[in-house]
């Protein structure tokens, strides 16, 4: 099969850009031939073919109104294309584009919807009405989870969508025998942009609770893009509600040393908060913490409830609840037995939902 993977970028520091890189890693071992139109090209990627036409993804207003134009980019490459089975729009700010490609190529496309950017355009008349064009016409959305699915179908019924959760990159997390034995310490870790959806604030909050109990707690909280204003209120939270010397931020670290936090940690925070506009749709760092065996906490009303098997791959929390929080935080920490046997079942739900697996589900779709 050849598949046209429509995306912004697949350098691995970001969610879009990791998902699409391991999404064509993914195919290729699986005998897929692979094209990708993209804003920036990957040089340390090789046997792809890329075309460097789109602009960025935030710049969505671009992304509708210039369509046509980018298609004049690949007018001499059109046979090359139309050559190929289907068309995968990674990028919802790209599915009008992947829409117009379509036509011109006479090859089905399939848009992935994720999370905030699934719906954000029906708050536009003209860009709601174009992007509920291309998603009418798609012969599959392929929604990462129900939770996602639902928020979409609040603005569109369609009957087009179709469920396939995020996958997990099992290979990326080998690591070698001396560091596989790194010894646990008291340590809580949170991964993700910083925005206010994230809801790092609710566990900052969660740790005042937290150090009464276990003196010597440590978080760190990791992003690397996001926004400066609310990265700011997180330092003078920490530091207003006395927990400022138990919180540590890094911001673009490697992944190597992502790794190390991951195998030192044990147990990873990320209870992200929903509102009309802004969710998260699934979340594929729980699945990454839970490739290293390490229990997870996220929120209801979010799609950390398909990520995380409560009670099995680690516990959800009322949503907004930072006393709910610090319990399910300090019983992971201080109940030796109850953390082992979360940690057990996390890394068998990661191989459940692995790439490999999941790969598989979006080649049947591409069958559909």
């Given at each position: 099969?050849?598949?046209?993977?429509?995306?912004?970028?697949?350098?691995?520091?970001?969610?879009?850009?990791?998902?699409?890189?391991?999404?064509?890693?993914?195919?290729?071992?699986?005998?897929?031939?692979?094209?990708?139109?993209?804003?920036?090209?990957?040089?340390?990627?090789?046997?792809?073919?890329?075309?460097?036409?789109?602009?960025?993804?935030?710049?969505?207003?671009?992304?509708?109104?210039?369509?046509?134009?980018?298609?004049?980019?690949?007018?001499?490459?059109?046979?090359?294309?139309?050559?190929?089975?289907?068309?995968?729009?990674?990028?919802?700010?790209?599915?009008?584009?992947?829409?117009?490609?379509?036509?011109?190529?006479?090859?089905?496309?399939?848009?992935?919807?994720?999370?905030?950017?699934?719906?954000?355009?029906?708050?536009?008349?003209?860009?709601?009405?174009?992007?509920?064009?291309?998603?009418?016409?798609?012969?599959?959305?392929?929604?990462?989870?129900?939770?996602?699915?639902?928020?979409?179908?609040?603005?569109?019924?369609?009957?087009?969508?179709?469920?396939?959760?995020?996958?997990?990159?099992?290979?990326?997390?080998?690591?070698?025998?001396?560091?596989?034995?790194?010894?646990?310490?008291?340590?809580?870790?949170?991964?993700?942009?910083?925005?206010?959806?994230?809801?790092?604030?609710?566990?900052?909050?969660?740790?005042?609770?937290?150090?009464e109990k276990i003196?010597?707690?440590?978080?760190?909280?990791?992003?690397?893009?996001?926004?400066?204003?609310?990265?700011?209120?997180?330092?003078?939270?920490?530091?207003?509600?006395?927990?400022?010397d138990s919180v540590?931020?890094?911001?673009?670290?490697?992944?190597?040393?992502?790794?190390?936090?991951?195998?030192?940690?044990?147990?990873?925070?990320?209870?992200?908060?929903?509102?009309?506009?802004?969710?998260?749709?699934?979340?594929?760092?729980?699945?990454?913490?839970?490739?290293?065996?390490?229990?997870?906490?996220?929120?209801?009303?979010?799609?950390?409830?398909?990520?995380?098997?409560?009670?099995y791959s680690g516990?959800?929390?009322?949503?907004?609840?930072?006393?709910?929080?610090?319990?399910?935080?300090?019983?992971?920490?201080?109940?030796?037995?109850?953390?082992?046997?979360?940690?057990?079942?996390?890394?068998?739900?990661?191989?459940?939902?692995?790439?490999?697996?999941?790969?598989?589900?979006?080649?049947?779709?591409?069958?559909?």
């Open positions: 099969m050849k598949v046209i993977i429509i995306t912004n970028h697949f350098e691995s520091n970001v969610g879009y850009g990791r998902f699409s890189g391991d999404l064509i890693k993914y195919l290729k071992k699986n005998k897929c031939e692979v094209a990708v139109i993209c804003n920036k090209s990957n040089n340390n990627v090789k046997d792809v073919a890329q075309f460097p036409v789109l602009p960025a993804a935030l710049n969505f207003k671009k992304n509708f109104f210039l369509s046509w134009f980018y298609l004049l980019k690949l007018f001499k490459k059109r046979e090359e294309l139309g050559s190929f089975d289907a068309i995968h729009c990674v990028v919802e700010s790209y599915a009008f584009f992947a829409y117009l490609l379509s036509k011109f190529l006479g090859v089905k496309y399939f848009v992935h919807v994720h999370g905030s950017f699934s719906i954000l355009f029906f708050r536009y008349k003209v860009y709601g009405f174009l992007q509920k064009k291309a998603y009418k016409n798609a012969r599959k959305i392929i929604c990462i989870s129900n939770y996602t699915k639902g928020k979409l179908l609040n603005y569109l019924k369609i009957n087009n969508l179709k469920v396939v959760p995020n996958g997990v990159n099992l290979d990326i997390f080998q690591t070698n025998e001396n560091k596989k034995n790194i010894a646990k310490e008291n340590i809580i870790l949170s991964v993700g942009s910083f925005k206010e959806r994230k809801g790092f604030d609710l566990l900052i909050k969660s740790l005042i609770s937290v150090k003196s010597d707690i440590k978080c760190y909280i990791v992003g690397g893009s996001g926004e400066d204003s609310y990265f700011q209120f997180l330092v003078s939270l920490a530091e207003e509600s006395g927990v400022k540590v931020f890094l911001r673009n670290i490697s992944d190597n040393q992502l790794i190390d936090l991951y195998l030192k940690a044990k147990v990873f925070v990320l209870t992200t908060v929903s509102d009309e506009f802004n969710f998260d749709g699934f979340g594929m760092v729980y699945l990454e913490a839970n490739a290293f065996g390490l229990p997870v906490i996220g929120s209801y009303d979010s799609g950390a409830e398909e990520a995380i098997k409560d009670g516990f959800l929390t009322k949503a907004g609840d930072t006393e709910d929080i610090a319990q399910k935080i300090i019983s992971l920490i201080t109940d030796n037995g109850l953390r082992k046997k979360i940690s057990e079942n996390a890394t068998e739900w990661a191989k459940k939902l692995s790439w490999d697996n999941i790969a598989k589900e979006y080649i049947k779709t591409y069958q559909e």
